[in-house]
């Protein structure tokens, strides 16, 4: 699921769907690889590091506080002159 679908036009429905499916692959991820690394690093344990492409950058473009893409639309239909200028 990692990656966003590209169309001539995207909808705000669409980003909402790539955004999902970017959360749904960071849980993934951090489920799968970090936290088993963790887990093996502790227990020393002797492993191979499996690289993977790490969509936490685009996650937080889109939801951290306080500049994140969807933030920043709430704020902007929220205030009394808001514009889409």
């Given at each position: 699921i990692f990656g966003f679908e590209i169309f001539e036009t995207n909808s705000f429905e669409q980003l909402c769907?790539?955004?999902t499916n970017e959360k749904l692959q960071q849980h993934f991820n951090r489920h799968t690889f970090k936290e088993?690394?963790?887990l093996y690093v502790e227990e020393r344990i002797a492993f191979d590091?499996?690289?993977f492409v790490d969509?936490?950058?685009?996650l937080d473009l889109i939801e951290k506080k306080p500049d994140?893409?969807?933030l920043v639309l709430?704020?902007?239909v929220t205030?009394?002159?808001g514009s889409d200028a």
């Amino acid at each position: 699921i990692f990656g966003f679908e590209i169309f001539e036009t995207n909808s705000f429905e669409q980003l909402c769907i790539n955004f999902t499916n970017e959360k749904l692959q960071q849980h993934f991820n951090r489920h799968t690889f970090k936290e088993e690394e963790a887990l093996y690093v502790e227990e020393r344990i002797a492993f191979d590091k499996i690289a993977f492409v790490d969509n936490q950058p685009v996650l937080d473009l889109i939801e951290k506080k306080p500049d994140g893409l969807l933030l920043v639309l709430d704020d902007e239909v929220t205030a009394p002159r808001g514009s889409d200028a």
